[in-house]
Nanobody, 120 residues
Framework: QVHLVESGGGLVQAGGSLSLSCEVS????????MGWYRQAPGKQRELVAI???????DYADSVKGRFTISRDNGANTVYLQMNRLKPEDTAVYYC??????????????WGQGTLVTVSS
């Protein structure tokens, strides 16, 4: 079983910065991708940023140039540095990890979510 523990988030004024982290633990053979998604009230969950085992990254257009995703492979941890935050970035942010467990079966695991609130 794979567990994701998120930290970070909170309340920040527009223009400020926040950093999220997500540590993945459990029986893991390999991680294929690690990413961050968010869900604002009344909206569907959307991809914010993702990084793959090949070190490629992709971002939602709305956060390009402001957010940076990074990964510590040794610690199975993924980070999201969020700069120049806007009120529209307010949402619950979820960590997601896809890979193969120790039993070589694929997994698609989610964190519990952390709230980011940006005040205007």
């Amino acid at each position: 079983q794979v567990h994701l523990v998120e930290s970070g988030g909170g309340l920040v004024q527009a223009g400020g910065s926040l950093s999220l982290s997500c540590e993945v633990s459990g029986s893991i053979y390999s991680i294929v991708a690690m990413g961050w998604y968010r869900q604002a009230p009344g909206k569907q969950r959307e991809l914010v940023a993702i990084t793959t085992s090949g070190h490629s990254t992709d971002y939602a257009d709305s956060v390009k140039g402001r957010f940076t995703i990074s990964r510590d492979n040794g610690a199975n941890t993924v980070y999201l540095q969020m700069n120049r935050l806007k009120p529209e970035d307010t949402a619950v942010y979820y960590c997601n990890t896809k890979g193969y467990g120790g039993d070589r079966k694929p997994f698609d695991a989610w964190g519990q979510g952390t709230l980011v609130t940006v005040s205007s």
